[in-house]
């Protein structure tokens, strides 16, 4: 029998509905497994458990009173400590939010509640959501369940080891350059970005308006699914939020794949990748191909571009979001978050401007040639093998570390200019017994076709079942 705490989400989600587990059994083989586990990765800043415990107990009231209940009914939550839940603590990974207590709930939280799950605890993450490693000067480094040593991926470091963990079904992060990806990667779950504007941002720690996207890391991409069809659709809170129609994303995994048309890049996305993750990816094409997919390989357009007015949009609009504190309060930010930020207040208006004004006709450009010959893209999510905490910090390292830590979310950075929806899942391990992940990107509003396909090898592969050492032995 599978121990609770390792459930998939919609498996919890559906034990619960059904009567054969209760939300506080689900609750406290969580807790039971975090005890054991967290204090060897420092995923976690704060936990909630009084008021987690009546929640789950008002959840189980529910279903013996037979009341309707939601996808998500009992299931326990934590989620990276950016989003906000009115007169609760909200960190944002820093010290200088550390008792900050916002007075709005994020949308996404309250739509995650109203399908019936609640949150325990707030969740690790790099300061402000600024790096792409795991590391924290404030709530310390966050560590990779697989190898300890090894980075987690971030900036929802928490996010990607709580689950891979087993001590939470799903966790929300934010991707505004890889960050629901990187740690999906690292820590070898599922994680999902979305199309930009697909969910709301309302009550959600901005970094760069025009790159930041809402997003679940899980253990499957049906997991992923259940979640963005809870959370997907128009927010009057957010009138960015897009007004297109949500679809059942798990009604279309249908695991179909014939016709598909898989596309790989010949340019940029495998450039100086290491042999493992070529060899994964390879083995993870030849999957999907006997599903009935057809893989060519073609150069990519316009990726200088996209990677010249990617880094200018966000660091641009990162900047004057720290400005106050970064005038008054400087010291208190680590170094590297220094390092990003003071370029951002260098970079001329024109060139912003320009960057962001030609994201639309990029895009059109883009997605005109690319996909006319391809439904689908397939990448390594990090081309390399996982580099090390140590290896990967820029503030205590060598000159040259910041080449590490910066190719770590090469692969990702891309989509988050382009806008488009992108999801990572597990496809193997690399010679230090860290996860490898798969990129899979679509059109605008794609998420049903990544999904689906991200669910087909899913159901051929068992990446995303597999478990760290760290949990033999541990609570279940």
Not at 188 to 203: A, D, E, I, M, W
Not at 291 to 302: C, D, M, Q, T
Not at 391 to 408: R, W
Not at 440 to 451: H, K, M, T, V
Request: net charge neutral; hydrophobic share 40%.
């Amino acid at each position: 029998m599978t121990a609770l705490a390792d459930l998939s989400l919609t498996d919890a989600a559906n034990a619960v509905a059904s009567g054969q587990a209760t939300s506080v059994d689900l609750l406290h083989a969580c807790w039971a497994r975090m005890d054991a586990v967290n204090p060897r990765i420092n995923a976690v800043i704060w936990q909630e458990r009084e008021q987690a415990e009546a929640a789950a107990k008002a959840a189980d009231a529910a279903v013996r009173d037979k009341k309707p209940l939601g996808p998500l009914h009992g299931v326990p939550m934590a989620h990276k400590d950016m989003y906000y839940q009115a007169g609760k603590l909200s960190t944002c990974g820093s010290a200088l939010r550390r008792e900050y207590r916002p007075a709005v709930t994020a949308t996404v939280i309250s739509r995650l509640e109203a399908a019936g799950a609640y949150t325990f605890a707030g969740l690790n993450m790099a300061e402000f959501a600024q790096n792409p490693t795991g590391h924290n000067k404030t709530f310390g480094d966050c560590h990779n369940p697989w190898n300890l040593p090894y980075i987690t991926g971030g900036s929802s470091s928490g996010s990607g080891a709580s689950v891979a963990a087993r001590f939470n079904y799903m966790a929300l992060g934010s991707d505004t350059g890889g960050s629901i990806r990187l740690p999906a990667s690292a820590c070898g779950v599922t994680g999902l970005k979305p199309t930009q504007t697909r969910v709301s941002r309302f009550g959600v720690m901005p970094l760069s308006f025009s790159h930041d996207n809402v997003g679940p890391l899980a253990r499957t991409a049906r997991d992923c699914a259940r979640v963005l069809g809870v959370m997907a659709g128009y927010d009057p809170l957010d009138t960015t939020s897009a007004r297109e129609p949500v679809p059942d994303y798990e009604a279309a995994m249908t695991g179909d794949l014939r016709g598909l048309r898989i596309g790989v890049p010949t340019n940029y996305f495998l450039d100086g990748a290491d042999a493992s993750v070529l060899a994964a990816m390879e083995a993870a094409l030849q999957v999907l191909i006997a599903r009935g997919a057809a893989v060519s390989l073609f150069e990519l357009p316009l990726m200088d571009v996209i990677a010249a007015y990617g880094g200018i949009v966000s660091r641009a609009e990162a900047a004057p979001i720290h400005a106050e504190w970064m005038r008054t309060q400087p010291q208190v930010y680590g170094q590297h978050i220094s390092g990003r930020m003071y370029p951002g207040y260098a970079i001329p208006a024109a060139y912003y401007i320009e960057s962001l004004s030609r994201r639309g006709p990029v895009l059109k450009a883009f997605a005109a040639e690319v996909f006319a010959k391809a439904d689908v893209l397939v990448t390594p999510t990090i081309r390399t093998c996982l580099p090390t905490l140590a290896e990967t910090d820029i503030d205590q390292g060598p000159p040259g570390t910041e080449h590490k830590f910066m190719a770590v979310s090469s692969n990702t950075r891309p989509f988050n200019y382009l806008g488009l929806p992108a999801i990572s899942v597990p496809c193997g391990f690399d010679p230090n017994g860290c996860p490898i992940g798969l990129q899979i990107a679509g059109r605008p509003f794609g998420e049903a076709r990544i999904l689906n396909v991200a669910g087909a090898y899913q159901a051929d592969t068992g990446f995303h079942a597999d478990k760290p050492s760290i949990l033999d032995g541990a609570a279940a």
